[in-house]
């Protein structure tokens, strides 16, 4: 579906071997003048109004003929001078047409590798590849490619990252997996119904349109008011329904595998050793089910949840895969703040909560949704202690930890001699864990 190019040296000899993107990328790419002009229509709608209502049915179809070949063109040439190619250890992207630009993509820094598939590019048959890189903002992408393209190459790029020579790694081929746990549909609407997000968004529209049209009878401010609400209420629901439908987890030698969607279908990976935090959070109305929602903090991915529901006890195996030599400690295991506590945070001094072993950090929080969150010892990247002016006339203090993927757990309202004790020992437990803890490895 590509069409390859090579590059040659001075003498003449072949160096890389170029290829461009599927040839339906010019349909996604030649939106991109309509979308600027779209852009300017929702920026300045008064202006554009006042444009529209001047222009004649002639200049309005020759606007028209003019842009769409336009766009035709430019989602043409953008895909005509996009070439990517994989060398000995680097995957090189270049672009433009006027300006060049050439991305260079370390192998041995790639984190994470997706394929996506959008409704449409479904039914093209064509799919996005996603790159978790260290010290990216964002992740890197090619689109689109080939389905079948797009998983050989995504399979070639671990290959090479895990350390499998250039002339072998494309006959690797996609690590085995082992499927852990899927997730039913009727468990998952039961689990966003019993959220209980949506019902508060339409608690709220309830109670406050119908007071926005007592008090300025007018249509459009009770439609801007309860447009959004209604969208909060449908996102809680129905599009966090449509993004996790058929959740299913697999287990593979390149880290944990992630499928999900209804429409827009996603196969992600949370690559191991660089889950820095994982969060069981537990909602009031999950509890009696025993069903919990496990999430994620990853060093340079924005992948963030490992499972949308799942039974405690089967979260909890998975979180031993993800944080080998992890046990999520027991109930009782987690001491709770002294009494005092309850002069800093009235009432909800109750929901925190405190536990470190041998392997993990661990501190909870919440009463209503109660969220557990685990770090690893050789994870921290740094410890400090926190005591305002209230909290030191009651004498207790924060600790906070510090991860890899910029997130911060924190042991709240502690007694401040063992808040003080508790800084000291985590600083010495990191060290250690970082010293034994054995090295990040794709395909282990």
């Not at 991305?103 to 959008?118: F, G, K, S």
């Not at 039914?123 to 389905?147: I, N, Q, R, S």
């Not at 799942?310 to 109930?331: C, I, K, N, W, Y």
Request: proline content about 7%; aromatic content about 6%.
């Amino acid at each position: 579906m590509t069409a390859p190019g090579v590059q040659e040296d001075v003498s003449g000899r072949p160096l890389v071997t170029e290829r461009r993107l599927h040839p339906v990328t010019p349909l996604r790419r030649a939106w991109a003048p309509v979308a600027v002009l779209m852009g300017w229509v929702v920026h300045d709608p008064d202006g554009a109004q006042r444009q529209l209502t001047r222009l004649t049915t002639t200049t309005l179809l020759v606007g028209l003929a003019v842009l769409i070949p336009a766009a035709a063109l430019y989602g043409f040439l953008s895909w005509w001078f996009t070439h990517f190619a994989v060398t000995e250890g680097e995957l090189r992207v270049r672009t433009g047409l006027l300006f060049r630009r050439t991305a260079h993509i370390r192998l041995e820094r790639i984190q994470a590798i997706d394929v996506t598939q959008p409704l449409l590019a479904r039914v093209a048959g064509v799919a996005k590849l996603k790159l978790d890189v260290v010290g990216a903002d964002k992740k890197d992408e090619l689109a689109f490619l080939g389905a079948g393209e797009a998983r050989a190459l995504r399979a070639e790029l671990l290959a090479r990252a895990a350390g499998f020579a250039p002339e072998t790694a494309h006959e690797v081929g996609e690590a085995p997996s082992r499927q852990m746990l899927r997730v039913p549909p009727r468990v998952l609407a039961v689990s966003l119904l019993l959220t209980g997000a949506p019902w508060a968004w339409l608690l709220v529209a309830s109670v406050a349109l119908p007071l926005l049209w007592i008090a300025t009878h007018s249509l459009w401010t009770v439609l801007a008011a309860g447009v959004p609400m209604l969208g909060a209420a449908g996102a809680s629901s129905v599009g966090r329904f449509v993004a996790e439908y058929d959740w299913t987890l697999a287990e593979s030698p390149d880290g944990l595998r992630i499928d999900h969607g209804l429409l827009d279908q996603a196969h992600e990976t949370v690559p191991p050793g660089r889950v820095q935090t994982v969060r069981l959070v537990e909602p009031l109305l999950w509890r009696r089910r025993g069903w919990v929602r496990v999430e994620l903090d990853v060093a340079g991915s924005s992948n963030s949840l490992l499972l949308p529901v799942a039974p405690r006890a089967m979260a909890e195996s998975v979180v031993a895969r993800v944080l080998p030599g992890v046990t999520v400690p027991p109930p009782e295991a987690f001491s709770r703040p002294p009494r005092g506590a309850r002069w800093c945070v009235p009432v909800w001094w109750r929901g925190y909560g405190f536990a470190v072993t041998d392997a993990v950090f661990a501190a909870r929080r919440g009463l209503l949704r109660r969220t557990l969150a685990l770090v690893p010892h050789a994870k921290v990247q740094s410890v400090r202690l926190a005591q305002g002016p209230w909290q030191r006339t009651h004498g207790v203090a924060d600790v906070h930890v510090d991860t890899g993927a910029g997130g911060t757990v924190t042991a709240r309202l502690r007694p401040a001699d063992e808040a003080a004790d508790l800084l000291h020992a985590q600083a010495e437990r990191s060290r250690t864990g970082r010293r034994d803890a054995p090295p990040d490895r794709w395909m282990a």
